[in-house]
């Protein structure tokens, strides 16, 4: 585990927590210290960790924030180029592209639990973390069998349900329910901030819809920026109808086709069908195309999956 | 208690579990019954319920959908004009404007509960949904002291903590905090719905960002189409804000600029100071503008303030 933070220090503890062997590497001495006093396997020697995780072939996942990868990526191609490897970052294609950069994509299949972001650190962690949350684990073309049966296990071991997605399917929702919501919530505080009375009013409904803007602004910053290519056409759907919503009332008084459309929108959220994922055999001819059909069909991963190594 | 869906209702259980002696009208049979069987003397006879109020002076709660008012107030006009009146309307200008339209104005004192509204109806409602929630009364020129201090003394019986503001000023900040917040969550809900993979991996921000869209469309477009003049204004500046991001973004591959403010927003609204209204006198000279601007300043009363008249 690269990176103790708020979600690697919580895959530390769930991953042990399920009977794992699993070691850290954190930067600063903090974090790491956080881990070993909490009883946890952890160091701040990147050198050592990365051999050590080369003498047992560890599977690496990747927990630091993006800005820290392309060093991190080096390191790992220089001590432990022959790992598995994951991440676990928002923003699966531009990850994917540092990898390639590194020359490391063989060995690699990218990962992304969805799960909150307002706080941060080990101390934020706790195992619960990904109980029932959505784990996506990318299914694009060139990823390796064995290595996505690796990275599977372990995200069911943490109590997530895995959803496969190619990665820039991932970015484009990713930047629909995570981070344009996320820009909605900084400029719906910013304008309340704007009228004297607000924040004396403020109750639940502004409180709900202004909690992420709570999160630290350079986390916020680093997902939204490594996915501008996902995050401009849909800023500019919702700019647009704001837009047509703001001339509809000033004008006619109404804004019942954007009231009428996102109350629908919603209804179809609330009551969008889930289902098993049971039928795909991993390694199996066609198999990352019908994993990522399934995901988009609102399938997920509860058990693991046969794959063609396990059955010889 | 005229009208008792979520609002109306609740009052009704809390008022009576506060000891009051309340009464209760109803249009449909359906929420008439759920209180009668609840033990509560309600009844769907509009008529026989005015008379009643008129020969008790009660305060008369106006608890009815915006577009139903005209038609309420021109039967209280006819058969309790000189009863004290309040609402609980989340536009406070508009209702006014009704109420002089009616002649009623110099007995009313405007109210606003500010509560969720994701759910309505008699069912929906209970006895606790004001407890510490601010509940905002109008302290407009015309207001006239001792119907003030019934409502007060209705708001704290209901256990909320009232907060004093003038009607325009109250119906900017709802426009801040509520009604630009709901057609933020309208136009994200629609936005993702249109994205395949989204609804397959929305979680916590996502719900949460788009609660809000699962109210009723008729309860939203009341409460934005009746605050148009403060709505439009704000859905500009929300609108500005994120172009501005979009071209930033876009540009320089950058969303600092409202990142950093919507965070520092945030922070500032977590800690906005609460105080303590508790030197102001209800009917002495210039009370109005001095509890406007405790209000505005953060100030809620908690215990019921004196009054000219309780102290004679």
């Given at each position: ?21 699993v070691?850290?590497y ?11 006093s909490?009883?946890?396997?952890a160091s701040t020697?990147l ?8 003498e047992?072939q560890?599977l690496?996942?990747?927990?630091v924030?993006m800005p820290?990868l392309?060093?991190?990526?080096a390191?790992i191609?220089e001590?432990?180029p022959d790992?598995?490897l ?8 531009a990850?994917?592209d540092e990898v ?9 299949v ?10 941060s650190?080990?101390?934020a962690?706790?195992?619960?973390l990904?109980?029932r949350a959505?784990?996506v684990i ?5 990823v ?6 690796m ?9 997530a ?9 991932h ?6 329910i ?6 909605l919530a900084e400029a719906l505080?910013?304008?309340?901030a704007e009228v004297p009375?607000?924040?004396a009013?403020?109750?639940g409904?502004f409180?709900?819809a202004?909690r ?9 910053r ?6 501008t290519s996902q995050l ?5 759907t ?5 837009t047509?919503?703001?001339?509809s ?16 929108a919603r209804?179809?959220y ?6 098993d ?5 991993i390694?199996?001819e066609r198999w ?13 991963i509860?058990?693991?999956?046969p794959?063609l190594?396990?059955?010889?």
């Amino acid at each position: 585990m690269l990176g103790l933070g708020l979600i690697g220090g919580s895959i530390l503890r769930a991953a042990a927590g399920a009977g794992r062997e699993v070691f850290g590497y954190n930067r600063s001495v903090e974090g790491a210290q956080g881990a070993t006093s909490a009883g946890y396997d952890a160091s701040t020697d990147l050198t050592a960790t990365l051999a050590r995780a080369a003498e047992t072939q560890a599977l690496i996942v990747l927990a630091v924030p993006m800005p820290a990868l392309p060093n991190m990526l080096a390191h790992i191609r220089e001590s432990a180029p022959d790992c598995p490897l994951t991440d676990v970052t928002s923003v699966k294609l531009a990850v994917l592209d540092e990898v390639v950069a590194a020359g490391l994509q063989a060995r690699f299949v990218g990962g992304h639990p969805m799960t909150g972001t307002a706080h941060s650190g080990w101390a934020a962690g706790h195992g619960g973390l990904f109980n029932r949350a959505p784990w996506v684990i990318s299914v694009d073309d060139h990823v390796d069998p064995d290595v996505w049966v690796m990275v599977m296990t372990l995200a069911l071991d943490c109590g997530a349900v895995v959803v496969p997605a190619k990665s820039d399917e991932h970015d484009a929702a990713a930047a629909a329910i995570s981070h344009l919501p996320h820009l909605l919530a900084e400029a719906l505080a910013v304008t309340a901030a704007e009228v004297p009375l607000a924040f004396a009013l403020a109750a639940g409904s502004f409180r709900d819809a202004t909690r992420v803007a709570g999160t630290a602004p350079d986390l916020v910053r680093a997902m939204c920026e490594s996915n501008t290519s996902q995050l401009v056409p849909v800023t500019d759907t919702v700019i647009d109808l704001l837009t047509r919503a703001r001339e509809s009332l000033a004008c006619n008084g109404s804004v019942a086709d954007l009231v009428d459309a996102g109350h629908a929108a919603r209804v179809r959220y609330e009551s969008f069908p889930r289902s098993d994922i049971i039928t795909v055999t991993i390694g199996a001819e066609r198999w990352r195309e019908q994993l990522a059909a399934a995901g988009r069909a609102g399938g997920v991963i509860r058990s693991a999956l046969p794959s063609l190594d396990t059955r010889r």
